[in-house]
C-alpha cells in the first residue's frame, strides 16, 4: 500500500524539543532527578523567534499527553494534555503560531504501551470481569504481563484487540485534527505490521498530507525481549544488529519513513571512532541509500534523548562535531537536530555508566544562559544552505 506523500518534509531542517528541559521551567536544579524540571508549552511558543532565526522548518516534540513521569512516554490518558506541560489551549497555539511562521510541527506519538498509572491497566488488573483486561498482554494475571521490553511500569497495549486499536487510532486522528503536520511514531516495532497498515489507512484517509516517521531500532534488546516485538521475522533482524536496514525496509510502503540510525553509526565510526575514511564512508552511505525507495523518507541525526550527546562522544571536540554536521548536512534526507546541540550542549559522564535514569545526562536543561554562538551561526549557515538546494 503506497501512499501519497507530501513533500514538506523532503529538504526540511528538524528541531527536536523535549519538553520538560527545554524552555518555561524556573530552575535548573535536580535536573540529574527523573523529576518534571518544568518545561512547558508556553515556553515553546516563546522561543518561536529563535527557531526561525536558525531558519529551521519543522519543529519536533515530545509526548505531552497526560503522563506520570517527566518525559511523557509513560501515559496515563492518550486524549489529554499533561498539567506539567500545559492546556489543550496552549497546544493549539503552538499549532497555530508554528503555522503562521510556515513552521510544521510534529509531535511524538506513542501507540505501544501506557503507563501502569493508566486508569484503564488499574481497572483491568483489579478487576478479573474487567473489559480492559483484554486491552493488555497478562501471562499471569493480574501481576505478570508483557510491557515495553522489561519496562514494568509501562505494560504493552494489545493493539490486536479492535477496542484497544480503535482508542490509540482515534487518539492519532484527534491532535491531528488540531492541525499537528505529522507523528514521529514510538517503537514501531512493538505493533505488528497489520496494525500499522491499518493505522496509516485511517490516517492517510483522513488526513492525506500527514507524515509518519518511525522509529525502528534494536539497541540494547535482549533475546528474552523479543517476545514484546511484533515485528516479522523479528529473531533474524535481532541478530543483523540494531540499526538493521532489513528492519527499514519493512516499512516501506507503510509509514513516510523511518529515523535513519544506519546513517548516526556511520556518520559515528567516521568522526568519532575513526576506523573508516571518509571515501569509505561515501561508498557506504549510497550503497544505503540506494536500498531504499527515492521518497521513502530516512531523517538524519547525530543524537537523541536515549543516547549521549554528540559532542561528548567527540570527546568535546568541536571541530569534529562540525565534521559530523557538514557531513549530516550534505546528505539528501532530512536533517534532525537535537535541542542544544547547536548550542555546544555536552555531558559529563556517559550515560551508559549510571545504573539508573543515565539518559538524563542527555537531557539536560537547555543552555540558554551560556550558548556556543560560534556553533550557532556554523549551524545557522549550513541550515540555510541546504533550504536553498
Partial sequence: MLMSQDDWLTQGVIYHIFIDRFAGFHSTKNWDQPIFLGGTIKG????????LDLGVTTLWISPFYKTSAYHGYHITDFYQVDPHFGTLEDIKELIQESHKYNLHIITDFVPNHCSKEHPFFKEAQHDTNSIYKDWFYFTHWPDQYLCFLSVRDIPKMNLNNPPTRDHIVN?????????????RLDHVIGPSHKFWEHFTREIKNHYPNTVLIGEAWMMGIKRHELRTLQVQHKFLKWLSGESSENLFKEYIGTLNGILDFKVQELIKRFVVNKNISENTLRKQLNKHYAQFPEKFLLPTFLDNHDMDRFLFQCGNDKEKLKTAVSVQFSLPQPTII???TETGMTQTIS????????DLQARQPMNWDAPDQELYLFYKKLIKKKKKK
Fill in 44 to 51: 515553546i511558543i516563546e522561543k518561536l523567534p529563535y527557531f
Fill in 171 to 183: 487518539a492519532a486522528k484527534y491532535w491531528l485534527s488540531l492541525g499537528f503536520d505529522g507523528f
Fill in 338 to 340: 537535537y535541542y542544544g
Fill in 351 to 358: 550515560q551508559g555508566t549510571i545504573p539508573a535514569n543515565g
